[in-house]
């Protein structure tokens, strides 16, 4: 037993390291492209961003169809701003043009065109966006990019259904599509900085779904391990549950047809969410270790500015009722409800038809534990908005996107309820 957890151990350590080296050193090559290579779809990009709103709403007073060309600037700025002849220093620093009374879309233009113009530090921004950004600025600008990302999900989507239908998991295909509906999926391409978690989520469920099909758990701990190290290098800080919640949750709806013993299925998520945890944290970690080693600065005062600054507000009535607003802001955005008044009025029709079709077909025997994991996971979700209250606040119109996990948790909750859920090949 001692022999088989030390070699788990070790084989998981390896995997982090090895995950995270590959992370770095996308970062590392992509400073290396010239920057002569990607001028001209940069200036493309900056003017793109000069003709369109630093925020704005795609379907008026909806912000579940916010764009975020704010966060989209930046990274694109970051990563023209890495330094083919200092690769290490540059992509740890992330520096990008801005100065206190200019947007950053006016600095960023202006930037391109004085390499000496005003500069600042965002150290906690050195990961995988502005990599890919200055990598995909060799062949297309960032309309280019955020049309290849909605491909790149459209195509991860169909293979996780195509995986759930071959199977007859057919209530696991229906619930995922109703789950991605109901956070309006279709604008997450919007804004590039927001999408990783998407396309992690949606390539690593489908891998997962696979694996417990063919009761190979142990390789699905393995996989999540390594999505959470992705996810905290791609994007950390936007709807990262997403990446662990989502694949974990069909897992354990696949796991739970077989009727293994409640407790075992238990441990066998809490043990998912601990590894993938690890490896989110730990490249964090990781992240601020080789900042201050590269730049040989004290990091600690960021850490904590960026801890707090995310955590701590009360806002101008109290902490309650700051946190109430934010929970009634991120849960406001779901679709339909988000959708001004016909949008409220068809989510309050749902919701009573919901309790109406749970009511009248309900089953008898359904299984409590099941739906306990479901839910248990699901409110993951609510945690992360609770710990992060600040930020899940202030961006809520993208934070809002991590409850796809929470519906997905209550669809298939239902389905265990009225017996839509198959298990062994049979209607329950």
Known sequence: MLKASLYHIIKYILVFVLTAALCASLLVCSALIPSNAVRDNTLRSAQFFQDNGIFYDRIEGVPASRVDNYADTITVDIGWCFDENDPFKSTMLAEYYTTETENVRDSFSKGLLDSGYDRSEYLRYWHGSAAVSRIMHQFTDISGMRVCAAVIMILLAAALLTVLIMNRLYAEAVCSVLALISVSVWFVPEAIQNVWCFIIMLAVSPICAMFAIRNKYEQICTILLISGVVTNFFDFLTTETLTLLFPLILVISIKRRTGGKLRDDMMYAVKCCALWLCGYCF?????????????????????????????????????????????????????????????????????????????????????????????????????????????????????????????????LSAAEFTGVRVKNGKKT
Not at 334 to 362: D, K, Q, S, T
Request: include cysteine; proline fraction near 3%.
């Open 283 to 411: 490249m964090w970690v990781l992240k601020w270790i080789c900042a201050a080693a590269v730049l040989g600065t004290d990091v600690m005062p960021f850490v904590g500015e960026h801890i707090s600054e995310r955590m701590y507000d009360r806002g101008d009535s109290g902490l309650i009722p700051f946190i109430a607003e934010m929970f009634m802001r991120n849960t406001g955005c779901l679709f339909p409800a988000g959708y001004n008044e016909p949008g409220i009025i068809g989510a309050v029709l749902l919701v009573l038809g919901f309790c109406f079709y749970i009511f009248v077909f309900r089953k008898k025997g359904w299984d409590k534990g099941t739906i306990a994991i479901f839910l248990l996971l699901g409110a993951v979700v609510f945690m992360r908005y609770l710990v992060l209250h600040n930020h899940s606040h202030g961006h809520y119109f993208f934070t809002y996107r991590a409850q796809a996990s929470a519906v997905l948790a209550v669809l």
